[in-house]
């Protein structure tokens, strides 16, 4: 009696999943649905990450998340619309025996539809179920562009952040010899860490607006790791503006924003408490390099102000498993506690 109404759970599963794909691979943002297939799918990577301490299982995020969520996608489709079928007895039939299709028969017959093979070994022997299988068969093509579209960006997003995190990498790796390279080798000076990052950086911030699962990608390699080389960028600015005692470079604002977005989008996408503040950092580096460099008291005091950035930065560092010491350098009566 009740396999009558079995239609209406099947056309709730194909219309959520159609809803979660158009939000998260054309609206900005992500789709419900897809957040509840990649937090379950990211805390396992991250346990065995945690388990075993080895930063290898972080590197599993991206494949883990990008087919996770192509499978769930598909298998959601496929049972709705398996049970839209079954809802009906008689709806589909065998091409040669005429006999009712069976469940399976009816799940083997959907997946063929919707990858729009058509083989013809089971009939919708009806108009209105004939109509229904030429809309699950492009119902399966919406699905294949849907993937597309949720990869392609992905891939052009996880080569941005490579380039800036490999840039960052080659210029520092940590927030004190960031400054110290661009000050004493770049033809621009504190230029290249403002105003020539402006594009990329731009770039990476819009592409985490749009698709904040993002956040939950790791790189095994150091060079590679966003996750490293933002914060430690981040903490060079805030030294940059805070510790010099020197004209501030243009563009230093805008690019302190940027950083500040893509904490913010973070900090969204994890709902976790925030770490501590991270202790400061050690200017004695600077100043022993010949830079002029404010007391370490009005640094202090600067750093209050931006308590939570430093800890959304410290938070960042944390979740893809760096300490923050490589980070940044910090003063050596805190060196111990870190």
């Not at 619309?81 to 005429?98: D, K, N, R, V």
């Not at 849907?146 to 992905?154: G, L, N, R, S």
């Not at 990608?217 to 966003?226: G, K, V």
């Amino acid at each position: 009696m009740l396999r009558q109404f079995l239609w209406i759970p099947g056309l709730v599963l194909v219309v959520a999943v159609l809803a979660d794909m158009l939000v998260t691979c054309i609206q900005s943002g992500e789709g419900r649905l897809s957040r509840a297939i990649h937090r379950p799918l990211y805390w396992i990577v991250t346990t065995a990450s945690r388990i075993s301490g080895r930063r290898t299982w972080l590197s599993w995020s991206t494949p883990t998340l990008i087919v996770g969520t192509l499978i769930a996608w598909t298998l959601l489709v496929w049972f709705g619309w398996t049970l839209i079928f079954w809802s009906q007895p008689g709806a589909l039939l065998g091409a040669e025996s005429g006999q009712a299709a069976t469940f399976p028969a009816t799940f083997y017959f959907v997946g063929y539809t919707l990858s729009t093979l058509g083989l013809g070994e089971i009939i919708a022997p009806e108009t209105f179920w004939r109509i229904m299988t030429d809309i699950a068969s492009i119902n399966g093509f919406f699905l294949l562009s849907f993937a597309i579209t949720f990869i392609v960006p992905i891939a052009q997003a996880r080569s941005d952040r490579r380039e800036l995190a490999l840039h960052l990498h080659r210029a520092g790796p940590d927030a004190q010899n960031l400054i110290l390279r661009a000050h004493t080798d770049h033809d621009r000076g504190l230029l290249s860490l403002t105003t020539d990052l402006h594009l990329i950086l731009n770039r990476i911030d819009a592409a985490h607006l749009n698709s904040p699962y993002l956040h939950r990608f790791h790189d095994h390699d150091r060079q590679d790791a966003l996750d490293l080389t933002l914060p430690a960028l981040g903490e060079a600015l805030l030294i940059i503006q805070g510790a010099l005692d020197s004209d501030r470079p243009p563009g230093l604002q805008r690019a302190l924003a940027s950083v500040d977005s893509l904490t913010r989008t973070f900090e969204r996408v994890h709902h976790q408490p925030l770490p501590p503040t991270p202790p400061p950092p050690d200017l004695d580096i600077l100043r022993d390099a010949g830079l002029a460099v404010r007391s370490a008291d009005e640094y202090r005091e600067f750093l209050h102000t931006h308590d939570a950035l430093r800890r959304r930065l410290a938070a960042m560092a944390h979740a893809g498993s760096w300490r923050w010491d490589q980070v940044a350098r910090v003063e050596s009566r805190h060196s111990a506690r870190i």
